[in-house]
């Protein structure tokens, strides 16, 4: 198969899990055009809103071009070989003096397998610590630990094909129509071609699956484990077990089906849902030949994460429904390549690449293939305890790569000073500006999506390559290369000695193969050892386990033959009980807050943020609040809230929705001070995490909440970012040429509008200024230049009922001096 044809060249999305195939074709302007491929099985050619606007977000705007140290005396730019020797010196000092605990890197799902592969290899081989984790830890760890329990593996064994095979399609804890569109599509199609097919959403909230649901459950929040013990107890009592299944390939039911059995008297009170409801669902269940079951951040992010995946699976075993055409358990991966840093192994608590600490074989295997005497032979520590130690003193340098803590860990207050604390804190990004490069010592530019080439695997464990397309801006690399660099400057110079990322793909898929001849471990890829640059150049989608080069599509699912990865080949059951999130909600703090995603913006906006398309969609921090608790706390629709709670505040615009239970309210984790003022969740969320996994409970923060007392507000369009920090609210949203800021303030109209006049450039050839003629204070500015708006500013009173206008297309409006006061009425 040709990869390039009429210049388009085939790639894969930068953003979810589903890992859609992309073809991306340079045009002559610099601009980038964007396709669905057709040939990718995982997609067919469907792209969602983000992948079709990943053209809008390869502008350089905003970018890190060079390294930076940065320091009180003022920010220096530094070359490669001095930034990276930095680094080296830093961490062999901190290394020497307090030891190798002292040293930690924090990754994440969006480095590609093979600078995850580095990453590891560096930190667990030859620093000899284990202080590497991912921001997987707060996405991914609770399924990893179900997984591991009751399978023995890590693994995922569905592939996407069997939702369009399935009787019933349950969706738990995922808002699947935002967060993986595009297999929400294929879910879609399916139902058209076979409405027989059931589709149930289990969420507190509604969503846009419900669109497509025969029904949904309004759980309580957090009670997921009483709902699927319920299920397990009902299988058992009507007899709907799969006793030939279960004799065969599991262990120990009895314990799993007593414990189920103890929480069956609350059911209903502990969901919040009628027996009739669940009966329904509980039948269906049983009724279903081919069930899958999607679960997402609703389970994951729990203190209880890991009981309810096991909670999940422990349903499927007890009824065979696992390893079949068109029926699993499927955990839908968050980031593009969450699933890869799982397989290299680049979680604080596993070695590498599917093999364990407590294997003392596997140990011996990986000491001798990375020929090194230094093999970590212990669990490092996770995420939120790794901020924690630093918090103490106790990490004297650590390496942050594609990810921003600083927003999306909880308790920023407590991230803050941690990374303060924390005598040399290294960032690799691709953007400048983030919070989280905001507080460190040394910058590093990392290529971006369409400039770094490497693989990714998704939730259907295919592994796709992202492919090299643009070129990239500045200095920046790739981060694989910055690894490499700094661990040859530690004295590591053999083992580091890549020239391409094909080198370390071969590597791994090596690494996979040891002690692995008889299939040992579920994650090989010892058809892929032998591949030379070009065959990785030229790399189709491969779906794991690869045991041969596939050069059809393969659409593989594991378990099949009714064998685990466990001692004895056959699955756990684990005896699970419903407990309650760690906090519930008291007089001071009365409402439920729950947290996630908006369908077009990705996580803290550095890249989604800067498509004036995709900021259409929700331009503003918002919160659901359902009409009656609005009402109770007299809040009318679009007025600016303030959410607050011992841990820390946050602003948004109320949106009163039915889809929200009454006392509950749901904040979308995009926006943060980069973005906006003070609209952050995890200002409000305490760090408590599953015992097991180590994953935050992002979802169940009690908080109160109060109607802001602005006096004023404004709309500001700007062609260049700027600061407003000293008005109370200010939020950012990207438009065609510049920015639109939308701003409230405690100042009276009149004042705020002599502020930000004082805030339009100077330099600018006219500025026109227009008060309002209706008596009330309505204020606008326009600066203008010979054919075009440089800036644009609309201020009015609060309490104006009249919706200001919005400004969005005001800085691409090309105009002559006609129009002029034409153009400044109609604003
Ligand atoms: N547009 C967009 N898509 C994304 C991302 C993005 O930032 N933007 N991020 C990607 C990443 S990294 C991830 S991890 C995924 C996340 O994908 P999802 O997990 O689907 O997304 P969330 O919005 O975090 O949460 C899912 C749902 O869990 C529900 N929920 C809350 N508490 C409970 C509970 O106790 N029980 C149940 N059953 N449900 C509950 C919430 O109401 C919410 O609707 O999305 C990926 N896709
Ligand atoms: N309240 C609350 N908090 C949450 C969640 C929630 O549901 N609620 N969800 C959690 C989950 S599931 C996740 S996955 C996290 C996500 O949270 P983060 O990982 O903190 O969010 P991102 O904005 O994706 O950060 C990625 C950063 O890496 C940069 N980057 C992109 N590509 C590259 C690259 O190739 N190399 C380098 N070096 N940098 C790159 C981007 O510019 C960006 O700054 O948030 C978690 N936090
Ligand atoms: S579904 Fe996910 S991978 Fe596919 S285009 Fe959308 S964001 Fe990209
Ligand atoms: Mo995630």
């Not at 055009?33 to 705007?61: F, M, Q, W």
């Not at 294997?359 to 305890?385: M, Y």
């Not at 661990?487 to 000695?497: I, L, N, T, V």
């Not at 062609?719 to 000293?726: H, M, P, V, Y």
Request: charged residues 20%.
């Amino acid at each position: 198969m040709s990869l390039v044809n009429d210049g388009w060249i085939k790639t894969t999305c930068a953003y979810c899990g589903v890992g859609c195939g992309v073809e991306a074709r340079p045009k002559l302007s610099g601009e980038l055009e964007i396709r669905g491929d057709k040939s990718h099985p995982s997609n067919y050619g469907k792209l969602c809103t983000k992948g079709i606007a990943l053209g809008d977000t390869v502008i350089h705007d905003g970018r890190l071009l060079t390294p930076i140290e940065k320091s009180q005396s003022g920010d220096k730019i530094l070359d490669w070989d001095s930034a990276t020797q930095l680094v080296a010196d830093k961490f062999s000092h901190a290394i020497e003096r307090y030891g190798s605990d002292s040293v930690a890197f924090y990754v994440s799902g969006q480095l590609l397998t093979e600078d995850y592969y580095v990453a590891n290899k560096l930190m667990k081989g030859f620093i000899g610590a284990s202080n590497i984790d991912s921001n997987s830890r707060l996405c991914m760890a609770s399924s990893v630990v179900g997984h591991k329990r009751a399978f023995g593996s890590d693994t995922v064994p569905i592939c996407y094909e069997d939702l369009e095979h399935a009787d019933m399609v349950i969706l738990v804890g995922s808002n699947l129509a935002w967060c993986h569109p595009v297999l929400f599509q294929r879910l879609r199609t399916a139902k058209q071609i076979n409405p027989d097919v059931k589709i149930v959403v289990i969420d507190p909230r509604e969503t846009e699956n419900n669109t497509i649901a025969d029904y949904h459950l309004a759980l309580n929040s957090g009670s997921d484990v009483a709902l699927f013990n319920g299920l397990l107890h009902f299988l058992n009592k009507h007899d709907h077990l799969d006793h030939d299944f279960i004799q065969s390939s599991t262990n120990q039911i009895n314990q799993a089906l007593a414990a189920a059995e103890s929480d069956d008297d609350r059911l209903e009170s502990t969901t919040g849902l009628t027996r009739k409801q669940l009966n329904r669902f509980y039948q269906d269940f049983a009724h279903s030949d081919k069930v899958i079951t999607v679960y997402s951040q609703g389970v994951n992010q729990s203190s209880i994460g890991s009981d309810k995946v096991n909670s999940i699976l422990n349903c499927h075993l007890a009824t065979g429904k696992i390893g079949q055409v068109g029926s699993g358990p499927f955990s839908v991966t968050g980031q593009p390549n969450a699933m890869g840093g799982r397989e290299v192994g680049a979680l604080a608590n596993t070695l590498a690449s599917h093999m364990e600490f407590d294997n003392s074989e596997h140990q011996a295997l990986i000491r001798e293939f990375w020929q090194t005497d230094r093999l970590a032979t212990k669990p490092g520590l996770k995420a939120v305890d790794l901020f924690d130690a630093m918090a103490d003193g106790k990490i004297k340098a650590v390496w942050i790569m594609a990810t921003n803590p600083l927003v999306s860990l909880p308790d920023s207050a407590k991230v803050k000073a941690a990374l303060e604390a924390c005598p040399f804190v290294v960032v690799s990004d691709c953007i400048a500006d983030t919070e989280t490069s905001r507080m460190a010592d040394l910058l590093l530019p990392a290529q971006g999506w369409s400039e770094k080439s490497g693989t990714v695997t998704n939730s259907e464990r295919r592994i796709s390559r992202q492919r090299r397309i643009m070129p990239s801006p500045g200095m920046a690399k790739p981060d694989w290369w910055i690894i490499s660099q700094v661990a040859r400057k530690m004295g590591y110079h053999d083992a580091f000695r890549y020239r391409h990322e094909g080198q370390i793909f071969a590597e791994y898929a090596q690494l996979s193969t040891l002690g692995n001849n008889n299939g040992e471990r579920d994650f090989t890829l010892s058809g892929l050892t032998q591949l030379d640059e070009q065959g990785y150049n030229q790399l189709t989608p491969q779906q794991w386990p690869v045991t041969q080069l596939q050069t059809e599509t393969t659409n593989q699912r594991l378990f099949s033959n009714g064998e685990f990865y466990t001692a004895n080949r056959k699955a756990n059951f684990v005896a699970v009980h419903h407990r309650e999130p760690q906090t519930a909600c008291n007089d001071n703090f009365p409402l439920l807050l729950n947290s996630g995603r908006t369908r077009d913006q990705w996580h803290t906006m550095s890249r989604t943020g800067l498509s004036a398309r995709l900021a259409e969609h929700k331009p503003e921090p918002y919160v659901q609040i359902h009409p009656t608790t609005a009402k109770e706390h007299s809040v009318k629709a679009h007025q600016l809230v303030k959410l607050h709670n011992a841990q820390g505040e946050c602003l948004a615009r109320a949106e009163i929705s039915e889809q929200i239970q009454p006392n509950q309210l749901f904040l979308p984790i995009h926006w943060n001070n980069a973005t906006a003022k003070n609209s952050k969740p995890c200002n409000l969320i305490a760090p408590q995490t599953d015992s097991h996994s180590g994953q935050p409970e992002f979802k169940h923060t009690p908080v109160a909440l109060t109607v802001c007392q602005h006096q004023s507000r404004a709309t500001f369009a700007s062609r260049t970012a700027l600061n407003f920090n000293s008005l109370d609210y200010w939020a950012r949203q990207k438009i065609a040429e510049g920015y639109l800021y939308h701003i409230e303030s405690t100042l009276s109209a009149d004042k705020l509008a002599n502020y930000l006049k004082s805030r339009l450039k100077h330099n600018i050839e006219r500025l026109v200024s227009h008060q309002s003629s209706e008596g009330s204070a309505r204020f606008r500015f326009i600066a203008l230049t010979a054919d075009r708006v440089e800036q644009a500013v609309h201020v009015q009173p609060i309490q104006d009922e009249q919706r200001i206008s919005e400004l969005t297309d005001i800085l691409s409006t090309r105009f002559n001096q006609e129009s002029e006061s034409e153009i400044l009425l109609s604003l």
